[in-house]
C-alpha cells in the first residue's frame, strides 16, 4: 500500500521557518519526480515546489523563490521542503506529491500519489 505522510506543519509568526518532511511507503521514489502542493482556504491548489529523481532539477512557484528549498534523500524515501522567512500567505495545507514520472513538472495532471496534507499557519 503507497502512504505519503506529511509533517512538521504548525503555526508560526510571520518571518519564521518550518521544515516540512514527506515519508513514502510501499514503493522506493528513486526513480520519479517528487513536488510539494497547497492549498489555502477558497483557494485551488497550487504548485509550490518540484524535483526531479536524482534531485539535479527544481523548480518553484515565483512566491516561493528565494525563500523555500526542496530537496529528497532517496535512502530515506523521504522527500523535504524547507520554509523560511514565511508569509501569512504562505497560510495552507501543504501536500506531498509523487509524481507519474522521473521529471520536475509541477502540474496536479503529472502527480500519481497523494499526501494527506500538513497544515501551515503563518500569523502576521
Known amino acids: 500500500q503507497v502512504q505519503l505522510v506529511e509533517s512538521g506543519g504548525g503555526s508560526v509568526q510571520s518571518g519564521g521557518s518550518l521544515r516540512l518532511s514527506c515519508k513514502v511507503s510501499g514503493y522506493s521514489i528513486s526513480n520519479y519526480g517528487m513536488a510539494w502542493f497547497r492549498q489555502a482556504p477558497g483557494k485551488e491548489r497550487e504548485g509550490v515546489s518540484c524535483?526531479?529523481?536524482?534531485?539535479?532539477?527544481?523548480v518553484y512557484t515565483d512566491s516561493v523563490k528565494g525563500r523555500f528549498t526542496i530537496s529528497r534523500d532517496n535512502a530515506k524515501n523521504t522527500l523535504y521542503l524547507q520554509m523560511n522567512s514565511l508569509k501569512p500567505e504562505d497560510t495552507a495545507m501543504y501536500y506531498c506529491?509523487?509524481?507519474?514520472?522521473?521529471?520536475?513538472?509541477?502540474?496536479?495532471?503529472?502527480?500519481?500519489?497523494w499526501g494527506q496534507g500538513t497544515q501551515v499557519t503563518v500569523s502576521a
Open positions: 524535483i526531479n529523481f536524482i534531485g539535479s532539477s527544481t
Open positions: 506529491a509523487a509524481a507519474g514520472g522521473n521529471g520536475c513538472i509541477l502540474r496536479s495532471g503529472y502527480i500519481r500519489n
